[in-house]
């Protein structure tokens, strides 16, 4: 889905990419126009998230003091609790789906259903992965459903999937919380942006620009060249 099929400002909030797009309010995220985003490499796209397996896990500095975000301890812990859980959490949405007349991108189950692509990702933010439990109404066309799957640390923003009455979906994030015990009426559009044009998307966009973060904002490391690639854009 593109930016144009949705009531919605394109925006991508994420990390500061240190020297190539600042952060000049120091601000926990920054707000990126989706149309001026470096385009994803076309080579990550439609994988199946294989690329992914092939990055290490999360390394032993997680347990390093200074880091502001996930910690070694929780890591550890959360990756065996996502593992024995995904293939019933998982199937548990895809009947809720199911029953909803939902379809559902396959890329969708398959990522958060396989502990060793979730945890492949670092956030900044120590933003996280949450297994999907709801499909909801959105509440500015509801003809079009919601499904939440991402969330900030400190709930400054919620990311979800939504999917279009045409089966069709984008990732839209929002600094409102919406569940069934809120009313329409309890959320307002301009806290509403869009963010990606699919899941997929996200997830390798998130994946990149958070390794960027990592590399030049705390580990002194060279970028790759998918990476390098990837902040050349801000140079031009």
């Known amino acids: 889905m593109n930016p144009q099929d949705i009531p919605l400002q394109g925006l991508w909030w994420s990390c500061e990419l240190n020297g190539y797009r600042p952060n000049p ?4 995220y920054v707000a990126e126009e989706y149309a001026s985003l470096p385009p994803l490499p076309k080579r990550l796209l439609g994988k199946d998230f294989e690329w992914l397996k092939s990055q290490p896990m999360p390394p032993n500095h997680l347990s390093d003091p200074r880091l502001i975000g996930p910690k070694l301890e929780w890591w550890l812990q ?4 996502w593992k024995s859980a995904a293939a019933e959490k998982i199937g548990q949405f895809k009947s809720i789906a199911k029953s909803n007349r939902l379809a559902i991108p396959r890329e969708f189950c398959r990522f958060l259903g396989n502990a060793d692509l979730v945890c492949r990702i670092r956030a900044a933010a120590d933003g996280y992965f949450q297994f999907p439990n709801s499909v909801l109404p959105w509440p500015f066309d509801e003809s079009w459903s919601l499904i939440h799957f991402f969330s900030d640390s400190q709930d400054c923003f919620w990311w979800y999937l939504l999917v279009s009455e045409k089966d069709d979906h984008c990732v839209v994030t929002s600094t409102d919380i919406y569940t069934d015990a809120r009313r329409k009426d309890e959320t307002k559009i301009e806290n509403w942006w869009f963010c990606e044009k699919s ?3 996200f997830v390798i966009r998130l994946w990149i620009e958070n390794e960027i973060w990592f590399k030049l904002s705390f580990e002194n490391e060279r970028l790759d ?4 690639e990837y902040v050349n854009h801000y140079r031009k």
Request: glycine share 0%; no cysteine.
């Open 25 to 28: 309010d120091e601000s926990t």
């Open 225 to 228: 060249a998918i990476q390098q």
């Open 78 to 81: 959360n990756y065996d609790a």
């Open 199 to 201: 899941f997929e998307s």
